[in-house]
């Protein structure tokens, strides 16, 4: 019932109407639209070097001849993977220690928090770099963990702070005097109470973690050839913008969509959810 109230609030926003329509037309481009392409991301054409977009390549061509068109909607499909990966990792980590912490207390209170604010004062772009190169010619997946790994303290403080809260609660002392153990309390009670943090930090995450793999790969440091994302084609086609802008211009605007939309949904997300943060 409380999933219906809370759509029915997002559908009357109309900011978040035009995200969703954005998100779901950006997935349908690029999960179904390389079917209807005239070539594959991979195949390159020896006879179209740099190419304008024309008939036959509708984004025009790359210095190697691969289809723009193609190669930016397989871009677009591992941000995409990238982004949805992070935030879940990120989100049920943070979800995990904050509950953990709040709930349990004591040494294991400190040192999750001990933790959390050492990664905090970490410069995670520079230890991304630093390691991303021992990963290279390993699965990316490895890129996404670093990603995750730094995406989750602040919300786990947060989460900790509610528990604090929610393990004073009446159910949640008659569930500890019934002997059930503290991990299936917090399953079970804890972090379903804490729901609409938890979505509205997923969401807002997807979209940091899109861009923070946008300026990792643009830098060299993310996804790593012959695989391709909206960063690495961002990143190819930064210094040819002046004679060969569809190289920029087509990846950019596609992350710059991408993100907007993502943005959209987690702010309806978070009025829906609470009515009175937009007061």
Request: aromatic share 12%.
């Amino acid at each position: 019932m409380r999933s219906k109230v809370v759509f029915a609030r997002m559908l009357r926003n109309r900011q978040t109407r035009y995200g969703l329509i954005a998100l779901l037309l950006l997935l349908l481009l690029a999960y179904v639209g390389p079917f209807f392409g005239p070539h594959d991301w991979l195949e390159k054409d020896f006879t179209a070097f740099m190419e304008p977009p024309s008939a036959d390549h509708w984004w025009g061509t790359t210095q190697i001849g691969q289809d723009v068109y193609a190669v930016a909607l397989h871009g677009m499909q591992k941000s995409i993977v990238i982004g949805f990966l992070v935030a879940l990792i990120s989100t049920g980590l943070a979800a995990l220690v904050g509950a953990s912490a709040g709930y349990f207390g004591g040494w294991l209170d400190k040192a999750l928090m001990w933790g959390a604010d050492l990664l905090l004062v970490l410069p995670s772009f520079l230890i991304i770099a630093i390691v991303s190169p021992n990963l290279r010619g390993g699965s990316w997946l490895w890129f996404v963990l670093l990603l995750a790994a730094f995406s989750w303290m602040i919300t786990s403080r947060v989460v900790r702070s509610m528990t604090l809260s929610l393990r004073e609660r009446e159910y949640i002392l008659a569930a500890r005097y019934m002997g059930i153990p503290g991990w299936k309390i917090i399953i079970r009670h804890v972090v379903p109470n804490l729901s609409s943090l938890l979505i509205i930090d997923a969401t807002l995450n997807v979209s940091a973690a899109i861009i923070g793999e946008a300026g990792l790969s643009f830098f060299g440091f993310g996804v790593q050839p012959p695989d391709v994302s909206l960063g690495t084609l961002i990143a190819a086609g930064s210094d040819k913008v002046p004679g060969y802008s569809w190289l920029f211009l087509f990846p950019s605007g596609l992350l710059v969509l991408l993100v907007l939309s993502v943005n959209l949904i987690g702010d309806g997300l978070r009025d829906a959810l609470d009515p009175g943060s937009n007061s």
